[in-house]
């Protein structure tokens, strides 16, 4: 069987959008000569349509362009995901679903059975699921149909499995020799090899040939890397499509030596972000209905970064950026600030905030107790450069990024109203350490980022003589407490059992839990690590900070 994979950026709710790319795609695998096209999961709707799925408009509309898409293509086998009805009386009324159509006739039906509600998912709180694993003939094959989770299950591969059953081992016992994953597999650093290593060692396991295909884009703070692949019953990867870009791959199933399309892929995990976000700054944007954005530079490496991104995204035609100078801010920050747009073909426009500034004090004044100035005045001024942001913004149509990385985000070195105005924190999942590699990485072929601006200690300017170091830790002892906190779940006890010390860590986690209100109101941002601030981790606002007390004895 010669079988073709479609990794599809589909937009969500845009049905005809999705339609005309999956017509497109069906019929190029059919040139081709494929017997089978594979879409991926929800490719009718888009994935994740979230609180969509409660419009019954909406459901209805992707049932009525599925039968449009079963009645306009022929002579070719598709598979492809959507949202079915649940007929029954009890359960949640929908189902995320799999369907096999051939010339005008749907042959078999799949529904998914593991509905993830960890991270960012939530599909529980929507669907019913599935209860039923076997497999159904095509083409003198046994096919085992599943739907994402449903091959993330193996009780040999993991340690501690989360569901009590493995819809892939049912489909094996009903003489599956063939499973056919689709997948919107959101994108992290680490995961692609994770997933290589788990459906490799399937694949092995069972002996049976493994076609995974996955959505590819960026839609909101997530982004698919697409990847799609195929694994011969071996477990050796015998077809692979590009990462973050549409691509059809082929395979012939043959038995003898099944073979099939080895597209490129990152050569490495910096190499592999870089890509992450330039994808998905530009899809949320373009997606969001906007085609221009502005961006604050500071002459420091976080709007670097964030401006190099939005170039690669969009064009240089496409980005413009503002200089704001204070009274704190110094000659070299503005010189590297010119340097890097002219490096990156962007448009430059600079609007000092000094006589902003001094107005904003004469007439806070009178409210102002007598004292010395302090994060009051500071925060005045990050609030004068986001306000001018937005009007850039709004005069313009652009969409305002911002540019606050994810340490800065986690400890609340940041301001409300300010500097963490936009519509697009770009970099907010990237910890400061990981900038700084990805900025060198950027300059291997050129120097797009000034030598200056990755050498020189970060600063605010936003008083005399300021460094990110005088009210933090070194980012190389901050970013590995952030890490073991936030993302391994660490406890205060873990992290000096690791080499930390004591007051510091009880301070930084202090810091974390104090700024959760912050957050909240952040723009949201692009995931790039395993646990991303926003969607998928939602911790209350008013709380007791840890560490907390112990109970009580008897």
Known sequence: ??????????????????????????????????????????VITGYPPRDLLEKKDFVDANLAWLDKLVGSIDGIGVICGFVDKNSKDEGNRLYNA????????????????????????????????????????????????????DVWNDKDFFSKRIYHIDPLSLMIEDGADLIINISSSIFYAGKRELRWKMLGAVAKKYSVPIIYANQVGGNDSFIFDGISTVFDRNGKVIARGHDFKEDLVVCDLKDSEPSGDMHPVSDSETESLIEALIMGTRDYVKKCGFSKVVVGLSGGIDSALTAYIAVMALGPENVMAAFMPSQYTSAENFEDAKELAENIGIELVQIPIDGIFKEFLKFLSPSFNEGDPDITEQNIQARIRGTILMALSNRHGSLLLSTGNKSEVAVGYCTLYGDM?????????????????????????????????????????????????????????????LKGYIEDFKSVEELVDMGFDRKLVKDVISRIDRNEYKRHQAAPGLKVTSKAFGYGRRYPIAKKIAPYHPAPGP
């Open 421 to 481: 105005s936009g519509g697009l924190a770009v970099i907010s999942d990237v910890p400061k350490t990981l900038v700084y590699e990805l900025a060198r990485y950027i300059n291997t072929d050129k120097e797009h980022i000034p030598k200056r601006i990755i050498e020189k200690a970060p600063s605010a300017e936003l008083k005399p003589g300021q460094l990110d170091q005088d009210d933090l830790p070194p980012y190389e002892i901050l970013d590995s407490i």
């Open 98 to 149: 799999a369907v096999l159509f051939e010339d005008g006739k749907i042959l078999h039906k799949a529904y998914k059975g593991l509905l993830p509600t960890y991270d960012v998912f939530d599909e529980r709180r929507y669907f019913e699921p599935g209860r039923s694993f076997g497999a159904f003939p095509y083409k003198g094959r046994r096919i085992g149909l599943t739907i994402c989770e």
């Open 1 to 42: 069987m010669k079988v073709a994979i479609a990794q599809v950026n589909t937009v969500i709710g845009d049905f005809k959008h999705n339609f005309d790319k999956m017509i497109y795609f069906a019929n190029k695998a059919k040139d081709l000569l494929c017997d089978l096209v594979v879409f991926q999961e929800l």
